[in-house]
């Protein structure tokens, strides 16, 4: 079996080097989570190695822009792909980035290392947020003004506990405008 055809939308879920923690629980939840915006979905679990070139020994973090392109090479049967590390990242000019995502694109990735918590709860609900949010930017969204709103810019983890798993009403009806233009590409090409 192969593609799935366009009955729906296979999201990669990629545990990049070490293991995630609680990663089937992360992939249900977001399984149920994101059904709500994207529709039909099935979540893959993939498995990717860093590139360990993209290292800084002096930061002791990862250039997140590297794991994106490590994602590239990954199943291109996917629609979408968010890769998981444990890492820290950064991007030039920034201490460091909860994530990255290619707007408009297929790649997105997502650094636990500041999300961990003690209270499972609350580590899911973080990872949920995260992952939601870099998403928001691969259907094509920007950031967003409502602090509650997923697609609000988090610079500390205070932030990305303060906002809502969900798309404010103008973010939802723009993604929902994008990604039914995304499946109607879709069906045409197949
Ligand atoms: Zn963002
Ligand atoms: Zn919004």
């Known amino acids: 079996m ?8 296979i999201l990669g879920l990629v ?15 977001l399984s149920r989570h994101l059904r709500r915006y994207l529709g039909p979905l099935e979540i893959r679990e993939l498995r990717a190695s860093l590139p360990e070139d993209a290292y800084s020994e002096a ?11 490590r994602l590239t090479e990954v199943d291109g049967r996917c629609h979408r792909i968010v890769g998981l590390t444990r890492e820290d990242l950064y991007e030039p000019g920034l201490n460091f ?7 408009n694109g297929r790649e997105a990735v ?9 209270d499972r709860d609350r580590y899911l609900e973080r990872v949920v947020k995260e992952v939601t949010h870099e998403l928001g930017h691969t259907f094509g969204l920007e950031h967003c003004d409502d602090p509650r709103c997923v697609m609000s810019f988090s610079s500390t983890v205070m932030h990305v506990d303060r906002k809502s798993p969900n798309f404010c009403d103008r ?9 039914r233009r995304w499946w109607l590409e879709r069906c045409r090409k197949e």
């Open 2 to 9: 192969t593609g799935g055809g366009t009955s729906r939308l």
């Open 110 to 118: 997502v650094s636990v290392a500041r999300l961990l918590d003690e």
């Open 97 to 103: 980035i909860f994530g990255l995502a290619r707007v």
């Open 59 to 69: 930061r002791g973090q990862y250039l997140g822009k590297a794991l994106l392109e």
């Open 15 to 29: 545990e990049m080097g070490e293991p995630i923690p609680r990663f089937p629980e992360i992939r249900d939840r």
């Open 171 to 179: 973010c939802a009806q723009t993604l929902l405008k994008r990604v």
